[in-house]
């Protein structure tokens, strides 16, 4: 028998018809790229959406069709967002911090027939034009008095025209029809970045979307309210902005966009002249923040929470964040292919009751799924490993905000029997269900058959006050297989020895897991994702031996 209540398809137009409808004067506030702040609220980006919506209809768009951004987060972005996704269309979000042949490839294999995009990025637009066949216009995110002069780097016959964004919503009606369709239409496409063979497309569905906003509004999860005022660091390029641009309209909250400007100072004022209260970004920009706060002097005056996930939370910044500001930090991890919340260090009732001191181990970890979220953890044989804390294995997750498939079948089958897609993660989990990520499955290092977790070393090494970065890699050793190796880029002005870092982790990890060197270098390269790019540091230390290896080799 089934139940006789209404279907409603989820479906994320109805996010932003609700936002205009019940929270229609909410502020959304914009650092510009051309300058100033500009402010908008939820009925106008609304009207100015749905005004979108019928010029991409006027331009061709069909359903299904695949509609490029490339852009900073603002207001203007969030409107082509809900007007790309209220018709039907693909949201193909471009990340800007790929090499320009990647973006190039990636554009053509998703077929993207528009691009939007912001003033900043118009070069790398012209450069990819000739390479992507299927781009026919370009939409520059300004008004016409900014609109610049513009020629693709070579021959795209295929290119009708740069449009103007300002024109296109003032030329348009807002009276657009938004959903309809099935809920399991696809709404989203963002590519993985790749750092092993090509980038594959995660291809979110408006129920996935949909749910994935339900799940992270939990308490226990982002806990987001309309009294919040919310400023997303993290990009809506780079797994959706952990699903801000849908769950600050969904609850009312004010949304506070810091356009082309992520450094300490600016996001600071931001902060402090909207009154922000809740924000989520990658460690390094928090790291930014808090170094700019302590050589001003400056305070965080509203502030009251941040999430921060994508890489390991080192501790002092969780500390710095509790003891020097009184904020929050809710660690929490994720990845494009879980939409992309997954997990996150939330205090349960019984270690809520606990010193704070006693409750960093846990706060460290990256924590526990939310309903709708299974994890498991196997050996490489795939069989079940328990969850003692210490038992190292693949992290696998399910549910309905998990990619079952990449686009156009890239990579084939990635779900094993169970329906668990394999994370790429190796992680533990302990008795009370917090999840710890120990590294990327290509990243670990196996000594004597044996793993040691690189970030758990490298984040402990970077609470070191002369550090300003580390990071561990496995080196050749003829009796273990592989060694840590300690990277550490110091902070300017500097001086230090592998010895001071080398007691600093002493009683902190295992005795086996000490690098058996530290090396001082001028630069730890990030990929385009804010992540360590582990990859590019082994093949520049390609070519270094242990020093013990090389005494007993000569
Ligand atoms: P990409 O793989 O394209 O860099 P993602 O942002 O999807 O992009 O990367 C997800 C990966 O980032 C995870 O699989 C994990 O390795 C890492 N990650 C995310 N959050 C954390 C965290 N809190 N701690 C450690 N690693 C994390």
């Given amino acids: 028998m089934r139940g006789l209540m209404q279907h409603g398809a989820l479906t994320v137009d109805k996010i932003l ?4 409808r019940w929270h229609g004067g909410r502020e959304v506030v914009t650092r510009s790229i051309e300058g100033p702040i500009v402010r908008t609220t939820y009925g106008q980006v609304h009207d100015r959406a749905k005004r979108l919506s019928n010029a991409l209809l006027g331009l061709g768009v069909a359903p299904g069709d695949r509609v490029a951004t490339l852009a900073w987060n603002s207001g ?60 026919e216009y370009v939409v520059v995110m300004t008004d016409p008095d900014h ?30 029809s938004w959903g309809g369709f099935d809920e399991e239409t696809a709404c989203g496409l963002c590519y993985t970045s790749g750092t092993t063979g090509d980038p594959k497309g995660v291809l979110y569905s408006h129920r996935s979307n949909f749910l994935h906003t339900l799940i992270t509004l939990q308490p226990d999860v982002m806990g987001l309210s309309q009294r919040d005022v919310i400023l997303p660091v993290v990009p809506m390029f780079h797994a959706n902005a952990w699903g801000v641009a849908f769950s600050a309209p969904a609850t009312g909250a004010k949304m506070v966009m810091p356009g082309a400007k992520m450094d ?90 606990l010193p704070y001191d006693q ?30 804390g210490t038992s190292f294995g693949h992290l696998k997750i399910r549910g309905s905000i998990i990619a079952r498939a990449y686009f156009k079948g890239a990579g084939g089958e990635i779900l094993d029997d169970e329906g668990f897609f394999d994370t790429g993660d190796v992680a533990t989990i302990d ?103 582990k990859k590019l540091i082994r093949q520049r230390m390609k070519d270094y031996v242990l020093p013990a290896v090389a005494a007993t080799a000569s």
Wanted: hydrophobic share 45%; glycine share 8%; proline share 7%.
């Fill in 359 to 388: 409750q960093m181990p846990y706060r460290l970890k990256q924590g526990r799924p939310p309903l709708g979220v299974e994890l498991k953890l196997t050996d490489d044989e795939g069989a079940r490993l328990p969850s003692d």
């Fill in 147 to 176: 609109m610049p002069a513009f020629a693709p780097a070579g021959d795209a016959p295929h290119f009708k025209g740069l449009l103007c964004f300002e024109t296109l919503v003032e030329e348009h009606s807002a009276d657009a």
């Fill in 76 to 135: 203007r972005h969030m409107e082509a967002w809900y007007g790309i996704m209220g018709l039907g269309a693909v949201c193909h979000t471009l990340n800007p911090r790929l090499f320009p042949e990647q973006i190039a490839w990636i554009a053509a294999d998703a077929g993207d027939r528009v691009l939007f995009v912001d003033l900043t990025f118009l070069p790398i637009v012209a450069a990819i034009l000739p390479r992507v066949p299927s781009l």
């Fill in 17 to 20: 018809d609700h936002a205009a």
């Fill in 431 to 533: 008795a009370r269900g917090f999840m710890q990520i120990t590294d990327r499955a290509k990243d670990v290092i196996k000594s004597g058959g044996e793993w040691i977790s690189t970030i758990e070393i490298e984040t402990i090494a970077v609470c070191h006050p002369k550090a300003a970065m580390t990071a561990v890699i496995g080196v050749a050793h003829p009796k273990w297989d592989e060694r840590p190796l300690l990277l550490v880029k110091l902070k300017p002005g500097e001086t230090a020895s592998p010895a001071e870092f080398l007691d600093f982790l002493a009683g902190k990890i295992a005795k086996w897991w000490t690098p058996d060197d530290v090396v001082f270098v001028d630069d730890i390269p990030l990929g385009a994702t804010g992540k360590i790019d």
């Fill in 264 to 353: 300490g100072a600016s996001i600071h004022e931001l902060l402090e002249t909207e009154g922000v209260t809740f924000s989520a970004a990658v460690p390094t920009v928090w790291q930014m923040l808090l170094q700019h706060l302590q050589a001003t002097n400056g305070q965080l005056t509203t502030l009251k929470k941040v999430v921060i996930g994508g890489a390991a939370c080192p501790e002092m910044i969780i500390r710095a964040f509790h003891d020097d500001y009184g904020v929050e930090v809710v660690h929490a991890w994720g990845m494009t292919e879980t939409s992309p919340v997954g997990t996150l260090s939330t205090m349960t009732e019984e270690l809520a009751q």
